[in-house]
Antibody
């Protein structure tokens, strides 16, 4: 069974950093690109970015709203994807979901990040 | 970026009704289109992938169709547990954009 479990969310002050983790199981993690998607309170879904598999160079792409502040990485030996969030803003407050990219996507349950002073 | 335009943004329907939600892409995305259902406080649930393939475990009253730029999600007979918000998402290119959502409410 495919499972994705996000962790690392919490309350953080504006301007600070936070790192989210996504631990995967039930599939060959290294074969898949992994994405992050977020949802601000009461709003729709927003794609944050993704990282390709190593077969495709583990390259990354980001939404314009987070480019230069957020970094996605992966550790295939541990089946974990990371979302490093720097220079956080109040508008980054959202539930962050990890998803397996590809023709049959899977989602985690999400982790809440609250950016507030 | 590919824009995904979903309509309507909300609808009211009764149990047993046939409901159709549409999603239009700003350029051709072949059949790289997924549909999700989301209930309050929960993660989105995949219903349809590759435009028309039913995810395992999803009731057969849900169906998807379309290719190119125009897609639709149909619920053949609305059930009480189907009242939720539905989103389309294209997986043809990055950024992997979502439609704005359709909230299905009880009439």
């Amino acid at each position: 069974e495919v499972q994705l479990v996000e962790s690392g969310g919490g309350l953080v002050q504006p301007g600070r950093s936070l790192r989210l983790s996504c631990t995967a199981s039930g599939f060959t993690f290294g074969d898949y690109a992994m994405s992050w998607v977020r949802q601000a309170p009461g709003k729709g879904l927003e794609w944050v970015g993704f990282i390709r598999s190593k077969a495709y160079g583990a390259t990354t792409e980001y939404a314009a709203s987070v480019k230069g502040r957020f970094t996605i990485s992966r550790d295939d030996s541990k089946s974990i994807a990371y979302l490093q969030m720097n220079s956080l803003k109040t508008e980054d407050t959202a539930v962050y979901y990890c998803t397996r990219d590809g023709s049959l996507p899977y989602w985690g349950q999400g982790t809440l990040v609250t950016v507030s002073s | 970026d590919i824009q995904m335009t979903q309509s309507p943004s909300s609808l009211s329907a009764s149990v047993g009704d046939r409901v159709t939600i549409t999603c239009r892409a700003s350029q051709s995305i072949s059949t790289y289109l997924n549909w999700y259902q989301q209930k309050p406080g929960k993660a989105p649930k995949l219903l349809i992938y590759a435009a028309s393939s039913l995810q395992s475990g999803v009731p057969s009253r849900f169906s998807g169709s379309g290719s190119g730029t125009d897609f639709s999600l149909t619920i053949s007979s609305l059930q009480p547990e189907d009242f939720a918000t539905y989103y389309c998402q294209q997986s043809f290119s990055t950024p992997r954009t979502f439609g704005g959502g359709t909230k299905v409410e009880i009439k």
